[in-house]
């Protein structure tokens, strides 16, 4: 089994460019706000840095995505997160979307990165950032 | 075991839009190209349709996606569609990605789409929708 | 010479999502970021009333932007916004972008909105509508 | 006057994703349209080319847009440009989108673009370029 990290909250808010035209939330956003969520977990700085000075990057291998109920325009949703180290290459991330006052999530999903270099090849993330995710749980 | 429909294909061109700052196509668009697909098999005057003088319309359920290669800026890919019909209520989808020239897919997906009134509610596809679905095979 | 509002703030942080291969913000997203300001001074929760109680929303009718330099991944850049009310129908905005510590906008827009009825007809804003917006001078 | 380019017309259908829940296309999705159109015009393979082995490409320096009329759900539009080369270093573009059998545009737009090096410098098209693009006139 493997050590899950805490809880992340990331706030989320619904303006028209989330909807369609049949009121709720466009479902491919949906994945948009996941990885906003693990962009403030990581933090945006830390990627941008690994992407200039190390050529490193994470990229989506596979993702799982049940929507139970729609979202809607001015919702103010809760992204939560939590994630865990599946190995130097790739992390396991469980995240789910809680609208406002909601007791069971509207989407839940499981999303599998891995790490890669510039050319798109899987490559071990540095122990510097190994030790960054570690300290999360 | 269901009987699944012939294979579409949709061609769509990478643009600017499309691809982020790591240089290949941003994942969540890869379910834009998918719905686009649908929308192109149940066809989009059809959709409107149900929509305004019948309140239907389809929600994505569940989506799995496996993200095997990236895809570029300027390619031209094959989108590739078979689904099939599983109640009143469900149609799943199996729709895959190809690069040019490619033998195997860079993207594979699995999605489940249900039949839903303006209020949200489940609701099973008219008679004539089905029997126009069921010609796809 | 119209009355000009308050200037407001709105803070936008730069995700994989908002940039393209070339390494910058693509540049139709500065319009998204704009209207999620306005969105934010108007209220999300107003804009729905209006929308669902009276039928009534806002429309670009024109837009003009120019942009003067590159916004990065990772920037949380500062949308600065001032309106006037030209008309019962109408609204003004002057809106700028400002990476972090910048001293000039690297983008300016000025853009101009008009209520209308779910008819897309030109309407007049309700007083009471009319009554808030002006609080904001 | 500037010798103005031949009319280029590139279709684009509206899919679920251009909308918002107001029930038209969201306006930012203009400018990509826009862009699309532009694309073509030059080439996605030449973009890609430039882009890679001279490190150049093409940014919106200006844009204004007039919006005349809302774009709905499954239109097909026809997206019609036209441009001229100001200088080595810009060129203006005239693109207009008009709806299915539409005597009128619905959206009218001015666009100035420039060539830039990968450093966001300001840099001469190459003469090769200069002269594949005088060629559509």
Redesign the interface.
């Known amino acids: 089994m493997h050590n899950l990290s805490q809880t992340f909250h990331f706030p989320v ?5 989330d ?6 939330v ?4 949906f ?2 706000y996941f ?2 969520a693990r ?1 403030h977990v990581i933090g ?2 830390r ?2 840095q690994l ?1 200039e000075q190390e050529q490193l ?1 994470f ?12 979202v ?3 919702d103010i949703i809760d992204v939560r997160t939590r994630f865990f180290i599946e190995s130097q290459y790739r992390t396991v991330w469980h995240q789910e979307i809680y609208r406002p006052n909601a007791t069971k999530p509207a989407v839940i999903a499981k999303i599998e990165m891995v790490c890669m270099n ?1 050319k ?1 090849h899987l490559t071990a993330m540095p122990d510097t950032l190994m030790a960054e995710l570690t300290q999360q749980f």
């Open positions: 808010q619904i303006y028209y460019e909807t369609d035209f049949s009121g709720v466009y479902h491919p956003n994945l948009k990885e906003r962009e945006a700085a990627l941008k992407w990057g990229a989506v291998y596979k993702s799982e995505m049940t929507c139970q109920e729609g809607e325009f001015s510039s798109r």
